[in-house]
Protein backbone atom coordinates (compact mmCIF):
# COMPACT_ATOMS: atom_id res chain seq x y z
CA UNK A 1 0.00 0.00 0.00
CA UNK A 2 2.65 2.41 0.65
CA UNK A 3 4.35 1.40 -2.83
CA UNK A 4 5.09 3.95 -5.34
CA UNK A 5 1.57 5.31 -6.50
CA UNK A 6 1.42 6.25 -10.30
CA UNK A 7 -0.04 10.26 -10.82
CA UNK A 8 -3.09 8.88 -11.80
CA UNK A 9 -3.69 6.70 -8.20
CA UNK A 10 -2.91 10.15 -6.60
CA UNK A 11 -5.53 11.78 -8.45
CA UNK A 12 -8.10 9.18 -7.49
CA UNK A 13 -7.30 9.12 -4.45
CA UNK A 14 -8.08 12.56 -4.16
CA UNK A 15 -11.69 13.53 -4.17
CA UNK A 16 -13.21 13.82 -7.41
CA UNK A 17 -14.98 17.01 -7.62
CA UNK A 18 -17.64 17.01 -5.02
CA UNK A 19 -15.30 17.74 -2.32
CA UNK A 20 -13.18 19.94 -4.68
CA UNK A 21 -15.27 23.40 -3.99
CA UNK A 22 -13.74 23.29 -0.28
CA UNK A 23 -10.60 23.33 -1.70
CA UNK A 24 -9.83 27.30 -2.96
CA UNK A 25 -9.89 27.42 -6.70
CA UNK A 26 -9.02 24.27 -7.54
CA UNK A 27 -11.70 23.48 -9.16
CA UNK A 28 -13.42 20.14 -10.29
CA UNK A 29 -11.26 17.78 -11.60
CA UNK A 30 -12.51 15.50 -13.94
CA UNK A 31 -14.71 17.58 -16.68
CA UNK A 32 -17.28 14.08 -16.58
CA UNK A 33 -19.94 13.50 -14.10
CA UNK A 34 -18.50 10.25 -13.56
CA UNK A 35 -15.63 11.56 -12.52
CA UNK A 36 -12.53 9.24 -12.48
CA UNK A 37 -14.60 6.76 -14.27
CA UNK A 38 -15.45 9.15 -17.29
CA UNK A 39 -13.23 10.50 -19.69
CA UNK A 40 -10.28 12.74 -19.85
CA UNK A 41 -9.90 16.11 -20.31
CA UNK A 42 -8.49 15.62 -24.09
CA UNK A 43 -10.86 13.25 -24.69
CA UNK A 44 -13.96 14.94 -23.36
CA UNK A 45 -13.11 17.78 -25.54
CA UNK A 46 -13.61 15.77 -28.48
CA UNK A 47 -16.67 14.09 -27.25
CA UNK A 48 -18.28 17.52 -26.12
CA UNK A 49 -17.77 18.87 -29.64
CA UNK A 50 -18.53 15.89 -31.43
CA UNK A 51 -21.74 16.04 -29.49
CA UNK A 52 -22.52 19.37 -29.93
CA UNK A 53 -21.77 19.05 -33.52
CA UNK A 54 -24.14 16.07 -34.16
CA UNK A 55 -27.30 17.73 -32.16
CA UNK A 56 -27.62 20.34 -34.83
CA UNK A 57 -29.24 17.24 -36.87
CA UNK A 58 -32.73 17.78 -34.63
CA UNK A 59 -31.41 15.84 -31.88
CA UNK A 60 -31.88 18.11 -28.66
CA UNK A 61 -31.85 14.88 -26.31
CA UNK A 62 -28.16 14.54 -27.79
CA UNK A 63 -27.75 17.79 -26.43
CA UNK A 64 -29.30 17.12 -22.73
CA UNK A 65 -26.95 14.48 -22.44
CA UNK A 66 -23.92 16.36 -23.53
CA UNK A 67 -25.03 18.62 -20.50
CA UNK A 68 -25.92 15.88 -18.04
CA UNK A 69 -22.67 14.24 -19.25
CA UNK A 70 -20.39 17.38 -18.72
CA UNK A 71 -22.48 19.38 -15.81
CA UNK A 72 -19.37 19.74 -13.67
CA UNK A 73 -18.03 21.83 -16.63
CA UNK A 74 -21.16 23.75 -16.39
CA UNK A 75 -21.71 24.25 -12.49
CA UNK A 76 -17.85 25.14 -12.46
CA UNK A 77 -18.17 28.65 -13.86
CA UNK A 78 -14.32 28.98 -14.61
CA UNK A 79 -13.07 25.72 -15.81
CA UNK A 80 -12.08 23.56 -18.80
CA UNK A 81 -12.80 26.71 -21.14
CA UNK A 82 -12.65 24.40 -24.14
CA UNK A 83 -15.05 22.02 -23.03
CA UNK A 84 -17.46 24.72 -21.58
CA UNK A 85 -17.43 26.61 -24.88
CA UNK A 86 -19.57 23.14 -26.44
CA UNK A 87 -21.37 22.55 -23.48
CA UNK A 88 -22.81 25.94 -23.48
CA UNK A 89 -23.69 25.92 -26.87
CA UNK A 90 -25.84 22.18 -26.52
CA UNK A 91 -27.82 24.01 -23.12
CA UNK A 92 -28.89 27.05 -25.66
CA UNK A 93 -29.57 24.81 -28.45
CA UNK A 94 -31.40 22.01 -26.09
CA UNK A 95 -33.69 25.13 -24.31
CA UNK A 96 -34.33 27.01 -27.83
CA UNK A 97 -35.27 23.57 -29.18
CA UNK A 98 -37.52 22.56 -26.45
CA UNK A 99 -38.84 25.73 -26.33
CA UNK A 100 -39.93 25.38 -29.28
CA UNK A 101 -40.94 22.19 -29.44
CA UNK A 102 -43.04 22.41 -26.43
CA UNK A 103 -45.16 25.36 -28.00
CA UNK A 104 -46.33 23.68 -30.87
CA UNK A 105 -47.13 20.43 -28.87
CA UNK A 106 -48.79 22.35 -26.84
CA UNK A 107 -50.91 24.45 -29.19
CA UNK A 108 -51.60 21.07 -30.87
CA UNK A 109 -52.74 19.48 -27.53
CA UNK A 110 -54.97 21.72 -26.10
CA UNK A 111 -55.92 23.47 -29.27
CA UNK A 112 -57.16 20.66 -30.50
CA UNK A 113 -59.98 20.60 -33.67
CA UNK A 114 -60.80 24.01 -32.61
CA UNK A 115 -58.23 25.07 -33.62
CA UNK A 116 -57.08 23.16 -36.05
CA UNK A 117 -60.16 21.61 -38.05
CA UNK A 118 -60.35 18.47 -39.87
CA UNK A 119 -56.34 18.46 -40.01
CA UNK A 120 -56.38 17.91 -36.71
CA UNK A 121 -57.39 14.90 -37.21
CA UNK A 122 -55.27 14.34 -39.74
CA UNK A 123 -52.55 14.67 -37.77
CA UNK A 124 -52.69 12.89 -34.27
CA UNK A 125 -51.01 9.98 -33.15
CA UNK A 126 -53.50 7.39 -33.05
CA UNK A 127 -55.32 8.43 -36.12
CA UNK A 128 -51.98 7.78 -38.26
CA UNK A 129 -50.91 4.54 -36.57
CA UNK A 130 -54.48 3.40 -37.20
CA UNK A 131 -54.10 4.61 -40.74
CA UNK A 132 -51.01 3.27 -41.43
CA UNK A 133 -51.99 -0.49 -39.16
CA UNK A 134 -48.48 0.43 -37.53
CA UNK A 135 -49.71 -1.38 -34.26
CA UNK A 136 -50.84 -4.95 -35.94
CA UNK A 137 -48.62 -7.32 -34.77
CA UNK A 138 -49.58 -9.15 -38.04
CA UNK B 1 0.98 1.07 8.18
CA UNK B 2 -1.04 3.58 7.67
CA UNK B 3 -3.99 4.06 10.26
CA UNK B 4 -7.48 4.34 9.53
CA UNK B 5 -9.60 7.13 11.42
CA UNK B 6 -12.63 5.34 11.04
CA UNK B 7 -13.58 2.46 9.14
CA UNK B 8 -15.18 3.80 6.10
CA UNK B 9 -16.41 0.98 4.05
CA UNK B 10 -16.43 -2.52 5.72
CA UNK B 11 -15.98 -5.61 3.67
CA UNK B 12 -20.23 -5.74 4.41
CA UNK B 13 -20.61 -2.31 3.21
CA UNK B 14 -18.73 -2.99 -0.13
CA UNK B 15 -20.24 -6.30 -1.04
CA UNK B 16 -23.78 -4.99 -0.02
CA UNK B 17 -22.96 -1.92 -2.19
CA UNK B 18 -22.51 -4.01 -5.23
CA UNK B 19 -25.07 -6.28 -5.09
CA UNK B 20 -27.61 -3.65 -4.49
CA UNK B 21 -26.23 -2.14 -8.35
CA UNK B 22 -26.60 -5.11 -9.68
CA UNK B 23 -29.89 -5.73 -8.19
CA UNK B 24 -31.46 -2.25 -8.70
CA UNK B 25 -31.53 -2.26 -12.33
CA UNK B 26 -32.80 -5.95 -12.39
CA UNK B 27 -35.67 -4.40 -10.26
CA UNK B 28 -36.54 -1.61 -12.27
CA UNK B 29 -36.29 -3.52 -15.51
CA UNK B 30 -38.82 -6.27 -13.62
CA UNK B 31 -41.14 -3.28 -12.74
CA UNK B 32 -41.10 -1.35 -15.62
CA UNK B 33 -42.43 -4.80 -17.59
CA UNK B 34 -45.06 -5.53 -15.45
CA UNK B 35 -46.66 -1.86 -14.94
CA UNK B 36 -46.41 -2.36 -19.21
CA UNK B 37 -47.80 -5.77 -18.79
CA UNK B 38 -50.58 -4.91 -16.41
CA UNK B 39 -51.18 -0.93 -18.49
CA UNK B 40 -51.77 -2.32 -21.67
CA UNK B 41 -53.12 -5.39 -21.21
CA UNK B 42 -56.05 -4.68 -19.06
CA UNK B 43 -57.24 -3.07 -21.89
CA UNK B 44 -57.54 -5.02 -24.12
CA UNK B 45 -57.91 -8.54 -24.55
CA UNK B 46 -54.15 -9.93 -25.95
CA UNK B 47 -55.58 -12.54 -28.14
CA UNK B 48 -53.22 -11.29 -30.56
CA UNK B 49 -50.73 -13.79 -31.16
CA UNK B 50 -47.34 -12.87 -32.63
CA UNK B 51 -46.04 -14.95 -35.46
CA UNK B 52 -42.33 -15.48 -34.31
CA UNK B 53 -39.97 -17.99 -34.34
CA UNK B 54 -41.17 -19.05 -30.93
CA UNK B 55 -44.11 -20.33 -32.13
CA UNK B 56 -43.65 -21.14 -35.92
CA UNK B 57 -44.07 -25.17 -34.55
CA UNK B 58 -47.25 -24.89 -32.76
CA UNK B 59 -49.33 -21.58 -32.09
CA UNK B 60 -51.50 -22.30 -28.80
CA UNK B 61 -55.39 -22.13 -29.19
CA UNK B 62 -57.51 -22.27 -26.10
CA UNK B 63 -59.31 -24.89 -27.27
CA UNK B 64 -56.38 -27.18 -27.14
CA UNK B 65 -56.43 -29.96 -24.01
CA UNK B 66 -53.47 -29.27 -21.89
CA UNK B 67 -51.55 -32.22 -23.06
CA UNK B 68 -51.60 -30.74 -26.90
CA UNK B 69 -50.45 -26.91 -25.69
CA UNK B 70 -47.44 -28.60 -23.53
CA UNK B 71 -46.15 -30.72 -26.61
CA UNK B 72 -46.75 -27.74 -28.71
CA UNK B 73 -44.81 -25.50 -26.64
CA UNK B 74 -42.22 -28.20 -25.92
CA UNK B 75 -41.79 -28.31 -29.72
CA UNK B 76 -41.66 -24.39 -30.12
CA UNK B 77 -39.06 -24.02 -27.24
CA UNK B 78 -36.81 -27.17 -29.25
CA UNK B 79 -37.02 -24.84 -32.13
CA UNK B 80 -35.94 -21.48 -30.37
CA UNK B 81 -33.35 -23.13 -28.02
CA UNK B 82 -31.84 -24.63 -32.04
CA UNK B 83 -32.05 -21.35 -33.15
CA UNK B 84 -30.38 -20.17 -30.19
CA UNK B 85 -27.84 -22.56 -30.45
CA UNK B 86 -26.95 -21.86 -34.16
CA UNK B 87 -26.75 -18.26 -33.81
CA UNK B 88 -24.61 -18.49 -31.18
CA UNK B 89 -22.17 -20.83 -32.89
CA UNK B 90 -22.61 -18.00 -35.86
CA UNK B 91 -21.27 -15.51 -33.55
CA UNK B 92 -18.38 -17.70 -31.87
CA UNK B 93 -17.38 -18.02 -36.13
CA UNK B 94 -17.60 -14.29 -36.32
CA UNK B 95 -15.83 -13.32 -33.34
CA UNK B 96 -12.85 -16.28 -34.76
CA UNK B 97 -12.58 -14.45 -38.11
CA UNK B 98 -12.17 -11.47 -36.37
CA UNK B 99 -14.90 -9.82 -37.62
CA UNK B 100 -15.33 -7.49 -35.11
CA UNK B 101 -16.83 -4.24 -36.97
CA UNK B 102 -19.17 -6.37 -38.10
CA UNK B 103 -20.68 -7.22 -34.66
CA UNK B 104 -20.56 -3.93 -33.74
CA UNK B 105 -21.82 -2.60 -36.45
CA UNK B 106 -24.65 -5.20 -36.15
CA UNK B 107 -25.19 -4.20 -32.57
CA UNK B 108 -25.82 -0.44 -33.44
CA UNK B 109 -28.20 -1.56 -35.42
CA UNK B 110 -29.96 -3.72 -33.80
CA UNK B 111 -30.60 -1.58 -30.80
CA UNK B 112 -31.68 0.92 -33.17
CA UNK B 113 -34.31 -1.50 -34.53
CA UNK B 114 -35.32 -2.29 -30.99
CA UNK B 115 -35.32 1.38 -29.61
CA UNK B 116 -37.03 2.74 -33.06
CA UNK B 117 -39.69 0.25 -34.01
CA UNK B 118 -40.27 -1.79 -30.86
CA UNK B 119 -40.04 1.07 -28.39
CA UNK B 120 -42.32 3.01 -31.02
CA UNK B 121 -45.10 0.55 -31.06
CA UNK B 122 -45.12 0.09 -27.46
CA UNK B 123 -45.62 4.37 -26.96
CA UNK B 124 -48.25 3.62 -29.92
CA UNK B 125 -50.24 1.16 -27.49
CA UNK B 126 -49.90 3.66 -24.91
CA UNK B 127 -50.85 6.75 -27.23
CA UNK B 128 -53.63 4.46 -28.33
CA UNK B 129 -55.26 3.19 -25.16
CA UNK B 130 -54.76 6.53 -23.56
CA UNK B 131 -55.63 8.68 -26.52
CA UNK B 132 -52.74 11.06 -25.58
CA UNK B 133 -53.32 13.92 -28.14
CA UNK B 134 -49.84 13.93 -29.64
CA UNK B 135 -49.27 14.84 -33.18
CA UNK B 136 -47.22 12.62 -35.67
CA UNK B 137 -44.07 15.50 -36.09
CA UNK B 138 -43.34 15.64 -31.85
CA UNK B 139 -43.97 12.00 -32.08
CA UNK B 140 -41.47 10.56 -34.66
CA UNK B 141 -38.96 13.78 -33.64
CA UNK B 142 -39.08 12.26 -29.76
CA UNK B 143 -38.47 8.72 -31.26
CA UNK B 144 -35.81 9.42 -33.66
CA UNK B 145 -33.95 11.47 -30.75
CA UNK B 146 -34.70 7.86 -28.05
CA UNK B 147 -33.53 6.17 -30.90
CA UNK B 148 -30.39 7.25 -32.27
CA UNK B 149 -29.01 8.45 -28.98
CA UNK B 150 -29.55 4.95 -27.42
CA UNK B 151 -27.41 3.57 -30.24
CA UNK B 152 -24.45 6.19 -29.83
CA UNK B 153 -24.89 4.88 -26.10
CA UNK B 154 -24.48 1.49 -26.85
CA UNK B 155 -22.28 2.17 -29.58
CA UNK B 156 -19.94 4.11 -27.91
CA UNK B 157 -17.54 2.70 -25.00
CA UNK B 158 -17.40 6.13 -23.29
CA UNK B 159 -20.75 7.69 -22.53
CA UNK B 160 -21.92 8.56 -19.41
CA UNK B 161 -22.98 5.44 -17.15
CA UNK B 162 -25.95 6.50 -16.05
CA UNK B 163 -27.54 7.05 -19.38
CA UNK B 164 -25.90 3.63 -21.16
CA UNK B 165 -27.07 1.97 -18.08
CA UNK B 166 -30.57 3.25 -18.66
CA UNK B 167 -30.55 2.73 -22.33
CA UNK B 168 -29.65 -1.32 -21.09
CA UNK B 169 -32.57 -1.19 -18.86
CA UNK B 170 -34.96 -0.09 -21.74
CA UNK B 171 -34.03 -1.90 -24.61
CA UNK B 172 -34.41 -5.11 -21.78
CA UNK B 173 -37.30 -3.86 -20.97
CA UNK B 174 -38.58 -3.32 -24.94
CA UNK B 175 -37.71 -7.13 -25.41
CA UNK B 176 -39.02 -8.56 -22.34
CA UNK B 177 -42.50 -7.09 -22.94
CA UNK B 178 -42.74 -8.06 -26.59
CA UNK B 179 -41.85 -11.84 -25.90
CA UNK B 180 -44.18 -11.38 -23.00
CA UNK B 181 -46.82 -11.29 -26.27
CA UNK B 182 -45.83 -15.03 -26.72
CA UNK B 183 -48.87 -17.74 -25.92
CA UNK B 184 -48.51 -19.13 -22.41
CA UNK B 185 -47.09 -22.47 -22.25
CA UNK B 186 -44.65 -21.36 -24.70
CA UNK B 187 -43.44 -18.86 -22.50
CA UNK B 188 -43.46 -21.22 -19.80
CA UNK B 189 -41.09 -23.76 -21.67
CA UNK B 190 -39.01 -21.80 -23.40
CA UNK B 191 -37.78 -20.17 -20.19
CA UNK B 192 -36.97 -23.34 -18.82
CA UNK B 193 -35.33 -23.96 -21.99
CA UNK B 194 -33.49 -21.49 -22.02
CA UNK B 195 -32.08 -21.63 -18.27
CA UNK B 196 -31.13 -25.24 -19.26
CA UNK B 197 -29.69 -24.16 -22.67
CA UNK B 198 -27.76 -21.77 -20.43
CA UNK B 199 -25.95 -24.27 -17.73
CA UNK B 200 -24.80 -26.26 -20.46
CA UNK B 201 -23.71 -23.57 -23.56
CA UNK B 202 -21.38 -22.09 -20.29
CA UNK B 203 -20.56 -25.08 -18.23
CA UNK B 204 -19.74 -27.69 -20.97
CA UNK B 205 -16.56 -27.01 -22.49
CA UNK B 206 -17.98 -27.45 -26.01
CA UNK B 207 -20.84 -24.64 -24.84
CA UNK B 208 -20.48 -22.02 -27.70
CA UNK B 209 -20.94 -19.21 -24.58
CA UNK B 210 -17.95 -21.09 -22.76
CA UNK B 211 -15.60 -21.26 -26.39
CA UNK B 212 -16.27 -17.58 -26.84
CA UNK B 213 -15.07 -16.14 -23.46
CA UNK B 214 -12.01 -18.44 -23.92
CA UNK B 215 -11.44 -16.91 -27.25
CA UNK B 216 -11.60 -13.70 -25.79
CA UNK B 217 -9.68 -14.15 -22.87
CA UNK B 218 -6.73 -15.61 -25.03
CA UNK B 219 -7.28 -13.08 -27.30
CA UNK B 220 -7.23 -10.03 -24.81
CA UNK B 221 -10.31 -8.55 -26.73
CA UNK B 222 -13.79 -7.36 -26.13
CA UNK B 223 -16.46 -9.42 -27.07
CA UNK B 224 -19.21 -7.85 -28.88
CA UNK B 225 -22.74 -7.67 -26.98
CA UNK B 226 -24.86 -6.14 -24.78
CA UNK B 227 -23.69 -6.37 -21.18
CA UNK B 228 -24.78 -4.53 -18.46
CA UNK B 229 -22.07 -3.17 -16.04
CA UNK B 230 -22.53 -1.92 -12.68
CA UNK B 231 -20.75 0.98 -11.07
CA UNK B 232 -17.42 0.22 -9.49
CA UNK B 233 -17.49 0.76 -6.09
CA UNK B 234 -14.48 2.90 -5.19
CA UNK B 235 -13.14 2.72 -0.99
CA UNK B 236 -12.62 5.94 -0.83
CA UNK B 237 -10.38 4.99 2.00
CA UNK B 238 -7.40 3.38 0.67
CA UNK B 239 -8.25 4.62 -3.36
CA UNK B 240 -9.15 2.05 -5.89
CA UNK B 241 -6.09 0.10 -5.34
CA UNK B 242 -7.46 -2.13 -2.38
CA UNK B 243 -10.59 -2.38 -3.87
CA UNK B 244 -9.21 -3.90 -6.85
CA UNK B 245 -7.33 -6.25 -4.98
CA UNK B 246 -10.29 -8.03 -4.06
CA UNK B 247 -10.72 -8.46 -6.98
CA UNK B 248 -7.60 -9.90 -8.96
CA UNK B 249 -8.74 -13.13 -10.16
CA UNK B 250 -6.11 -13.53 -12.39
CA UNK B 251 -2.38 -11.63 -13.49
CA UNK B 252 -2.22 -10.47 -16.55
CA UNK B 253 0.95 -9.53 -17.76
CA UNK B 254 0.14 -6.81 -20.24
CA UNK B 255 -2.88 -4.66 -19.59
CA UNK B 256 -5.62 -5.04 -21.93
CA UNK B 257 -8.62 -2.63 -21.45
CA UNK B 258 -11.53 -4.79 -23.15
CA UNK B 259 -14.44 -2.61 -24.12
CA UNK B 260 -17.65 -4.28 -24.82
CA UNK B 261 -19.31 -2.60 -27.45
CA UNK B 262 -22.45 -4.03 -27.52
CA UNK B 263 -24.25 -6.21 -30.07
CA UNK B 264 -27.62 -6.56 -31.04
CA UNK B 265 -29.60 -7.76 -33.37
CA UNK B 266 -33.53 -7.38 -33.87
CA UNK B 267 -33.97 -8.01 -30.37
CA UNK B 268 -31.62 -6.52 -27.76
CA UNK B 269 -28.83 -8.65 -27.49
CA UNK B 270 -28.10 -9.26 -23.73
CA UNK B 271 -24.29 -9.64 -23.12
CA UNK B 272 -22.86 -10.86 -20.30
CA UNK B 273 -19.93 -9.43 -18.94
CA UNK B 274 -16.77 -9.66 -20.67
CA UNK B 275 -14.01 -9.46 -19.18
CA UNK B 276 -11.85 -6.98 -18.99
CA UNK B 277 -8.62 -6.65 -17.69
CA UNK B 278 -6.18 -4.07 -16.27
CA UNK B 279 -6.78 -0.37 -15.76
CA UNK B 280 -4.56 2.92 -14.52
CA UNK B 281 -3.46 0.98 -11.34
CA UNK B 282 0.05 -0.27 -12.53
CA UNK B 283 0.01 -2.68 -9.58
CA UNK B 284 -2.36 -4.26 -9.79
CA UNK B 285 -4.32 -6.29 -13.11
CA UNK B 286 -7.67 -6.58 -13.88
CA UNK B 287 -9.19 -9.32 -12.91
CA UNK B 288 -10.80 -10.81 -15.90
CA UNK B 289 -14.21 -12.40 -15.93
CA UNK B 290 -15.64 -14.42 -18.41
CA UNK B 291 -19.16 -14.19 -19.61
CA UNK B 292 -21.24 -16.30 -21.47
CA UNK B 293 -22.65 -15.57 -24.64
CA UNK B 294 -26.12 -16.47 -25.78
CA UNK B 295 -27.33 -16.06 -29.01
CA UNK B 296 -30.88 -15.88 -28.40
CA UNK B 297 -32.42 -15.76 -32.08
CA UNK B 298 -35.75 -13.70 -32.20
CA UNK B 299 -38.25 -13.63 -34.61
CA UNK B 300 -39.54 -10.22 -36.35
CA UNK B 301 -42.92 -9.29 -36.88
CA UNK B 302 -44.98 -10.54 -39.48
CA UNK B 303 -44.37 -7.35 -41.59
CA UNK B 304 -40.97 -7.19 -40.83
CA UNK B 305 -39.51 -9.58 -42.99
CA UNK B 306 -35.81 -9.44 -41.91
CA UNK B 307 -35.04 -12.55 -39.59
CA UNK B 308 -34.06 -11.31 -36.36
CA UNK B 309 -31.20 -12.45 -34.47
CA UNK B 310 -30.28 -11.73 -31.17
CA UNK B 311 -26.68 -11.67 -29.63
CA UNK B 312 -27.92 -12.52 -26.41
CA UNK B 313 -25.32 -13.11 -24.11
CA UNK B 314 -26.35 -13.73 -20.35
CA UNK B 315 -23.93 -14.61 -17.99
CA UNK B 316 -22.67 -12.93 -14.81
CA UNK B 317 -19.30 -12.08 -14.28
CA UNK B 318 -16.47 -9.01 -13.43
CA UNK B 319 -15.25 -6.62 -15.03
CA UNK B 320 -11.96 -4.85 -15.42
CA UNK B 321 -12.61 -2.31 -12.25
CA UNK B 322 -13.94 -5.25 -10.49
CA UNK B 323 -17.70 -3.98 -11.27
CA UNK B 324 -20.20 -7.15 -11.72
CA UNK B 325 -21.37 -7.57 -15.03
CA UNK B 326 -24.61 -9.71 -16.26
CA UNK B 327 -25.69 -9.72 -19.58
CA UNK B 328 -28.65 -8.22 -20.86
CA UNK B 329 -30.21 -11.69 -21.53
CA UNK B 330 -30.75 -12.05 -17.83
CA UNK B 331 -32.78 -8.95 -17.72
CA UNK B 332 -34.44 -10.37 -20.51
CA UNK B 333 -35.74 -13.13 -19.15
CA UNK B 334 -36.15 -12.25 -15.62
CA UNK B 335 -38.61 -9.43 -17.04
CA UNK B 336 -40.21 -12.09 -19.16
CA UNK B 337 -40.82 -14.58 -16.05
CA UNK B 338 -41.85 -11.48 -14.04
CA UNK B 339 -44.38 -10.18 -16.78
CA UNK B 340 -46.11 -13.77 -17.59
CA UNK B 341 -46.67 -13.52 -13.71
CA UNK B 342 -48.12 -10.37 -14.02
CA UNK B 343 -50.21 -11.40 -16.56
CA UNK B 344 -51.94 -13.49 -14.01
CA UNK B 345 -52.34 -11.73 -10.66
CA UNK B 346 -49.78 -9.60 -8.47
CA UNK B 347 -49.48 -12.42 -5.84
CA UNK B 348 -47.60 -14.02 -8.02
CA UNK B 349 -45.51 -11.60 -9.45
CA UNK B 350 -44.35 -10.76 -5.39
CA UNK B 351 -43.39 -14.78 -5.10
CA UNK B 352 -41.49 -14.41 -8.29
CA UNK B 353 -39.90 -11.38 -7.38
CA UNK B 354 -38.49 -12.71 -4.65
CA UNK B 355 -37.72 -15.93 -5.98
CA UNK B 356 -35.68 -14.41 -8.64
CA UNK B 357 -33.83 -11.91 -6.67
CA UNK B 358 -32.95 -14.85 -4.33
CA UNK B 359 -31.44 -16.85 -7.37
CA UNK B 360 -29.32 -13.91 -8.10
CA UNK B 361 -28.11 -13.46 -4.90
CA UNK B 362 -26.92 -17.51 -4.83
CA UNK B 363 -25.59 -17.14 -8.31
CA UNK B 364 -23.99 -14.13 -6.87
CA UNK B 365 -22.34 -15.96 -4.08
CA UNK B 366 -21.57 -18.54 -6.50
CA UNK B 367 -19.56 -15.79 -8.73
CA UNK B 368 -17.58 -14.81 -5.62
CA UNK B 369 -17.19 -18.25 -4.54
CA UNK B 370 -16.12 -19.88 -8.21
CA UNK B 371 -14.50 -16.75 -9.97
CA UNK B 372 -15.26 -17.34 -13.73
CA UNK B 373 -17.90 -16.65 -15.80
CA UNK B 374 -21.20 -18.20 -14.56
CA UNK B 375 -24.60 -18.94 -15.85
CA UNK B 376 -27.19 -16.58 -14.12
CA UNK B 377 -30.44 -18.00 -15.68
CA UNK B 378 -30.65 -21.20 -14.22
CA UNK B 379 -30.93 -21.16 -10.50
CA UNK B 380 -33.66 -17.85 -10.88
CA UNK B 381 -35.54 -18.75 -14.03
CA UNK B 382 -36.33 -22.23 -12.24
CA UNK B 383 -37.14 -21.15 -8.72
CA UNK B 384 -39.39 -18.31 -10.40
CA UNK B 385 -41.13 -20.84 -12.25
CA UNK B 386 -41.15 -23.61 -9.10
CA UNK B 387 -42.69 -20.05 -7.22
CA UNK B 388 -45.19 -18.93 -9.62
CA UNK B 389 -46.60 -22.89 -9.94
CA UNK B 390 -46.55 -23.21 -5.99
CA UNK B 391 -48.42 -19.51 -5.83
CA UNK B 392 -50.59 -19.71 -8.48
CA UNK B 393 -52.00 -23.32 -7.69
CA UNK B 394 -51.26 -23.45 -3.79
CA UNK B 395 -51.00 -20.34 -2.40
CA UNK B 396 -53.79 -18.43 -4.24
CA UNK B 397 -56.38 -20.72 -3.01
CA UNK B 398 -55.09 -20.92 0.46
CA UNK B 399 -55.02 -17.06 0.90
CA UNK B 400 -58.14 -16.60 -0.74
CA UNK B 401 -59.70 -18.18 1.65
CA UNK B 402 -58.37 -17.14 4.47
CA UNK B 403 -59.09 -13.62 3.06
CA UNK B 404 -62.96 -14.33 2.33
CA UNK B 405 -63.37 -16.02 6.08
CA UNK B 406 -62.03 -12.97 7.58
CA UNK B 407 -59.09 -15.14 9.10
CA UNK B 408 -55.64 -13.59 8.08
CA UNK B 409 -55.13 -11.26 5.68
Known amino acids: MEASQSPTVDRQIRNPESNANSIASVGPLWPTVDGPLGLSEADAVTYARRFYKFGFALLPWLWAVNCFYFWPVLRHRRSFPQIRRYVLGSAIGLTAFTILLCSWALTFAIGGESLFGTSWNQLVMYNLADKWGLTGWD | MAQ ?120 LFLIQDYSIPIDCITFFLALFNFAVVGVLAVFMSKMAIFVTQGYLVVIGMLVAYWFTMLPEWTTWVMLVAMALYDLAAVLLPVGPLRLLVELAISRDEDIPALVYEARPVTDHDSGVSSGNQRRVWRERSGSAALNEPENSTDEPNPNPGRVSVSNVETELSAPLIEHRMNMDSQETRGEDDAPGENLALEGIGLGSTGAIKLGLGDFIFYSVLVGRAAMYDFMTVYACYLAIIAGLGVTLVLLAFYRRALPALPVSILLGVLFYVLTRFVLEIFIVQLSSNLLMF
Open chain 2, 4 to 123: RQRPRCSLLDSLGEEIVRIVTPVSICMLLVVILVSVLNSSSSSSTSVTTIATIAYSETDSDSSWDKFVGALLNSLVFVAVVTVVTFVLVLLFYLRCTKFLKFYMGFSAFIVLGFMGGQVS
